[in-house]
């Protein structure tokens, strides 16, 4: 009588298909979590772009209407409008050096600006700039806009966030009238070749003899004096976030927005 002897797989073999399996579970794994990873990040860095784009946008937009002023009509003396006023546009500090800016513009159309402590005007909200300021609670920054006639380092009323500081940690803020060294934050940039340096710079143009003198400083040149200037402002801006909850996470922005309205002045 034949009997049929049964073969299997061997102790050896057993073990040599576990360890080839769980090689492969194991890339596959490997596959996975770097997706979801990668995914993660990309989704990240899109947040922060985002929301570091659109404060940028606001600044650099709002930054432009500076000196805006409802009565410049056919026949209006520029000189005349007070919201390019030497004290109208000017770059402070908060937490760090040149962090804050502030300036005016029309937003009403009515061609005054009333002092703020008169409440009862429309025209006493038509103060505005941009600072870093710091959240004791959390322990983040964010940038604030201003909505009145406050300073920069006011700790009152007249400044809100228009950043998230559970989410977004502005680590850095800098406005200059002068060219900005993205890299390290100098101003004026010492090296304009650098693909880091924002080199436009403020400048005056003088109406009398056609020279351009660089610089908002243009008015204490004595040689000047006497003789009508439209001061050409530009602001560098120099923008640094990370998120909250992943520190890796970083983003950069720098702009140059020109301020539309000249500044027109008769040098004393």
Not at 6 to 21: A, R
Not at 29 to 53: E, F, P, Q
Not at 144 to 162: E, F, H, L, P, Y
């Amino acid at each position: 009588m034949l009997v049929n002897k049964q073969k299997g797989f061997s102790l050896i073999e057993i073990m040599i298909s576990l360890t080839l399996g769980l090689i492969v579970i194991g890339g596959a794994l490997s596959i996975y979590i770097s997706t979801i990873r990668s995914s993660s990040d990309t989704i990240k860095s899109a947040h922060l772009n985002y929301d570091l784009g659109m404060a940028m946008s606001l600044m650099t937009n709002d930054i432009k209407r500076a000196g805006y002023w409802g009565g410049a009509v056919i026949g209006a003396n520029s000189m005349l409008n007070p919201f390019t006023a030497e004290t109208s546009l000017t770059i402070g500090t908060k937490i760090s050096a040149n962090d804050c800016i502030l300036y005016t513009y029309d937003a009403d159309n009515s061609g005054a600006l009333t002092p703020a402590d008169q409440t009862d005007d429309v025209d006493a909200g038509e103060y505005y700039g941009f600072r870093r300021f710091k959240n004791t609670t959390t322990g983040t920054y964010t940038i604030q806009m201003r909505s009145s006639n406050v300073a920069c380092g006011d700790t009152g009323s007249g400044w809100s966030s228009i950043t998230d500081e559970n989410t977004i940690n502005i680590k850095a803020v800098q406005f200059s009238f002068e060219s900005l060294d993205s890299a390290d934050n100098s101003s004026p940039c010492t090296d304009t070749a650098l693909s880091t340096c924002l080199t436009a710079t403020s400048r005056c143009y003088n109406s009398t003899d056609g020279t351009v003198i660089p610089g908002l400083t243009c008015a204490s040149d004595p040689a000047i004096t006497g003789e009508r200037l439209a001061q050409k402002r530009v602001v560098n801006i120099l923008l640094t976030a990370e998120l909250v909850n992943d520190t890796e996470v970083t983003k950069t922005l720098s702009f140059t927005t020109k301020v539309r309205n000249n500044r027109v002045v008769t040098v004393p």
